[in-house]
């Protein structure tokens, strides 16, 4: 397959036309960034890269990073976590309070942000550094020490986050919560705030492609049943209440944030990143979409 010629087809398509969506600006910093970004990486499990654009420039992977910390305390706490946070689609948007009620604070999944918060606070409760304890998750699975948090972007997202407060304390109410809801908040919107590439993220993903471990290594990371579960959480909630459009257009696992960034996997073959701020009216980056349609159209390879 040649990936290249691929992946410039789909640049072509796009690339200069008129964009639909808005860029996110309930974080002030993310409406600074210029709508005209537009770039993807796609990684092999055979090691090989192939990109367009602006694809090696870092951006925001807001909730893409959901993934890692889930990844992490799935790694650290094993099948206790799925006492305090569930698998189902919850069918509402990632930012949603409402089902929380009925649910007696068991987040849905842990993509939707409850989800998230909830799976903050357990790496919160398991290390004593958990920002250090996740940067070098991210630079032992990318041999890649130069990735990092923007404190900048964390502290706009924190002078914001009134709905983000609201729901960890909404969570820590019901008893799903263990620590300091400011310390909870504090690592989850740092999280959001790491600034990675297309190259970066693809890299990082192809994990979830290869079985858990880097491409060239025997080490383990996560378990084959780790994996499995991962890519089936992404499959089924990593677009909210758009998964079944991601699944119905696309047809991969894959994990969407409101910076415009979006990550797909294609078990035992790639993991691929693409990036286009505007986003759609679900939070999703409608370009983002677009291009892994095409992607996975002009291949053949979605996972159905
Ligand atoms: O908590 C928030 O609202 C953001 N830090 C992350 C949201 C996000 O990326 C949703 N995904 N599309």
Request: hydrophobic share 40%.
């Amino acid at each position: 397959m040649d990936y290249q010629k691929i992946l410039n087809q789909v640049s072509q398509e796009f690339a200069g036309k008129p964009r639909s969506g808005k860029v996110a600006s309930y974080i002030p910093e993310l409406a600074k960034v210029s709508s005209q970004k537009y770039g993807m990486h796609l990684h092999d499990v055979n090691d090989n890269n192939y990109c367009f654009g602006d694809s090696n420039e870092r951006f925001s992977i807001q909730s893409i990073s959901k993934v890692f910390t889930l990844a992490l305390a799935m790694k650290v706490v094993g099948d206790q976590l799925w006492n305090r946070v569930g698998v189902e689609p919850s069918g509402d948007p990632f930012n949603s309070l409402s089902q929380l009620e009925n649910d007696s604070g068991i987040p849905r999944n842990p993509f939707i942000n409850a989800g998230a918060l909830v799976v903050a606070d357990v790496l919160v409760s398991y290390f004593s550094n958990p920002k250090a304890a996740l940067l070098t998750f991210l630079h032992e699975i990318t041999g890649n020490t130069s990735i990092d948090y923007d404190p900048v972007v964390a502290a706009s997202e924190k002078s914001e986050g009134y709905r983000n407060f609201a729901m960890v304390n909404y969570l820590k109410s019901f008893g799903n919560i263990e620590n300091n809801v400011e310390e909870v908040l504090d690592f989850y919107f740092h999280q959001c705030s790491l600034s990675m590439s297309c190259r970066e993220l693809a890299n990082a993903f192809i994990i979830f492609a290869n079985n858990g471990r880097v491409i060239g290594s025997e080490r383990e990371f996560l378990t084959g049943r780790q994996v499995k579960r991962i890519n089936a959480l992404m499959q089924t909630c990593g677009f909210y209440d758009e998964a079944g459009e991601f699944s119905f257009e696309v047809g991969l696992p894959g994990k969407s944030g409101v910076g415009g960034g979006i990550v797909a996997v294609h078990p035992d073959r790639f993991a691929v990143a693409v990036w286009s701020p505007p986003l759609n009216p679900k939070g999703n980056s409608a370009l983002g979409m677009a291009s892994l349609e095409r992607l996975t159209t002009l291949t053949g390879f979605s996972i159905f």
